[in-house]
């Protein structure tokens, strides 16, 4: 018998020596006279005849060496394929994660392009009109002095131009025209606010980490988001509460990060006015909140009062290309993305809690330095 199998035998053996069973039936390995493994089927039964006084053992053993090593190769042969299977598995998903990285290079690269290009476009043109506003103010007040200066002298003006004045109300006008002035002067001035936030985006070229302001980008993005939060026919504003804390300056790819923010937001703007279609008893409100964890970690909670979700939806958020929105609405992408900024990335984490019909929670907790040298993908 083979040294491994004879405690097992033995235990047996001792049952049926003491009458517990009359039989037994075990699969053991022989070691033959040329040294060889043979395994054998074996069957055990106890005889007592009655003439005989001792009861005594017939054993009778079944050569199955071929079944075993059969069966030992196939087992063999099943996890070589399900070893298989498992890395045929990970490469799918390697390719997956790839895909999704150059879909993600691709549309923030070209997104970039686009807004920088479009900053610059803008920019010139919205300086001549700020630059223009200040020397217009002023010779709109040289030209009231003047005007004063002739209702002084001529108190009495000759009917032609007592008629014009009346006509064109001109206490009115020149009070208005200051107005108009001021208006303009917000108005360029919010552009030029426009233009310096989409720059501030587009630095998704800047290779390597700085330190930023997480706030500001935070900020930025609202900015650009601006038009969708104000009212519009069907939708009521929504309003966004922001609780800063104090923040050491984070290093972090800037512009990747202002992406999360966007993303983030959007999605919480997508899901309010879903929400405020079906029930305007709602205030849609978003809360931005930010803390320092600890003096290694900051936390950034992007929260609202929409629609929520289902733990079956939650669960696939992040997945590339999962969406519940339209075609041509959703891609899927944004958060499979930001996913991968914070995560990969900065080494953060990312955290979704919802709950259907009361609103959403996204934290993203990242390291003020995330000492890590990953390659760019843009
Ligand atoms: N704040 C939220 N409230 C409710 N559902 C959300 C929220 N954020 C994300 N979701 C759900 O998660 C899905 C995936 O979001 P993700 O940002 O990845 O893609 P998308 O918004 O559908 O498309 P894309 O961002 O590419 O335009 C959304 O379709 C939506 O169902
Ligand atoms: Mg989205």
Redesign the pocket.
Known sequence: TYPEDIDNERLILNQLISGDIDKYHIEKRYITRTQTIVWGNLTVSLIQEKERGNPYCLAMIENITKRKQTEAALQQSETQYREKAQELEATLNELQKTQTQLIQTEKMSSLGQLVAGVAHEINNPVNFIYGNITPASEYLQEIIELLQLYEQHYPQPIPEIAEHIDKIDLSFLIEDFQKVLTSMKVGAERIQKIVLSLRNFSRLDEAAMKPVDIHEGIDNSLVILQNKLKDKPGHPEIKVIKEYEKLPLVECYAGQLNQVFM?LL???I??LEETFQINSEQKPTIWIKTRSINSTEIQIKIR?N????SEA?RNK?FDPF????SVG????????ISYQIVVEKHRGQLNCH?TPGKG?T?TIQIPIKSAITLPSLA
């Open positions: 993303n959007t999605n919480s997508d899901a609202d929409g629609k929520g979700m939806i958020i999962f969406t519940t929105k609405k959703g891609t899927g992408l944004g958060l499979a919802s959403s996204f």
